[in-house]
Nanobody, 114 residues
Framework: QVQLVESGGGLVQAGGSLRLSCAASGSIFSISTMGWYRQAPGKQRELVAT???????NYADSVKGRFTISRDRAKNTVYLQMNSLKPEDTAVYYCNLSPALASWGQGTQVTVSS
């Protein structure tokens, strides 16, 4: 069973940066594409970025050029570096496999003030 624990969220002004972390337990991490997702109030959860086992990355158009996903296999951890944050990036951010498993972590809140 995979457990996912997200951290690193917070309140930041527009233009600022945050680095999110996701610690994953379970051997499936090392053989899976991982993704960061987000869910804004009143909206559906959306996929923001993915990283394969070979560290090939892909991004949603809305974050391309501003966010960077990375992974540390030794630590079973996935990161999301978020720069040039905008108020529309405000959401709860989750990590999961891609495609996602049915169970989710608690997420981490990111709030960007204008």
């Amino acid at each position: 069973q995979v457990q996912l624990v997200e951290s690193g969220g917070g309140l930041v002004q527009a233009g600022g940066s945050l680095r999110l972390s996701c610690a994953a337990s379970g051997s499936i991490f090392s053989i899976s594409t991982m993704g960061w997702y987000r869910q804004a109030p009143g909206k559906q959860r959306e996929l923001v970025a993915t990283i394969t086992t070979r560290s090939s990355t892909n991004y949603a158009d809305s974050v391309k050029g501003r966010f960077t996903i990375s992974r540390d296999r030794a630590k079973n951890t996935v990161y999301l570096q978020m720069n040039s944050l905008k108020p529309e990036d405000t959401a709860v951010y989750y990590c999961n496999l891609s495609p996602a498993l049915a169970s989710w972590g608690q997420g981490t809140q990111v709030t960007v003030s204008s």
